[in-house]
């Protein structure tokens, strides 16, 4: 799996998160998730809450990218992975705490997104640069 640098994890903890999905007849779909944290080097998690169009693509696919970016700023990253879904266990019980210490609506699941590779988000030529390409065979 592709690593989150100390860059990275920096901008995950500063910056609105975007993820993009595809659904099954290949209609992409882009929407926030505030709840977007780093679970390790390895893994980004966010607590789904809505239940809607995201949510049905990634049960489907359980492809996903996500994108951070700073306002103002030029440098970005994305990521590309795929999801576990977790209604249950302690991954789960630990998205649930998470919801209730930040006063935000129950998880329907926790998302825990692998990270297969890392790309740049920077304006200009440098943009889609790949920082790391390495998915894990599953």
Same mark, same amino acid.
């Given at each position: 799996?592709?690593?989150?640098?100390?860059?990275?994890?920096?901008?995950?903890?500063? $910056?609105? +998160? &975007?993820?993009?999905?595809?659904?099954?007849? #290949?209609?992409?779909?882009? /929407?926030?998730?505030?709840?977007?944290?780093?679970?390790?080097?390895?893994?980004?998690?966010?607590?789904?809450?809505?239940?809607?169009?995201?949510?049905?693509?990634?049960?489907?696919?359980?492809?996903? $990218?996500? +994108? &951070?970016?700073?306002?103002?700023?030029?440098? #970005?990253?994305?990521?590309? /992975?795929?999801?576990?879904?977790?209604?249950?266990?302690?991954?789960f019980d630990d998205a649930t705490a998470y919801a209730t210490e930040n006063?935000?609506?129950?998880?329907?699941?926790?998302?825990?997104?692998?990270?297969?590779?890392?790309?740049?988000?920077?304006?200009?030529?440098?943009?889609?640069?790949?920082?790391?390409?390495?998915?894990?065979?599953?």
């Amino acid at each position: 799996m592709a690593k989150l640098n100390d860059e990275m994890k920096d901008l995950v903890n500063r $910056a609105f +998160a &975007f993820i993009a999905t595809v659904d099954e007849n #290949g209609n992409p779909q882009v /929407g926030p998730k505030g709840t977007m944290r780093i679970l390790d080097d390895e893994h980004l998690i966010y607590n789904e809450e809505t239940g809607r169009q995201a949510w049905h693509n990634l049960q489907t696919n359980g492809k996903i $990218a996500v +994108a &951070f970016h700073p306002f103002p700023g030029l440098k #970005g990253f994305r990521v590309e /992975g795929h999801v576990k879904i977790y209604e249950s266990g302690q991954i789960f019980d630990d998205a649930t705490a998470y919801a209730t210490e930040n006063k935000l609506p129950k998880a329907i699941a926790a998302v825990v997104i692998s990270i297969d590779r890392t790309l740049t988000l920077n304006a200009g030529p440098e943009a889609g640069t790949v920082i790391e390409d390495a998915p894990l065979d599953d």
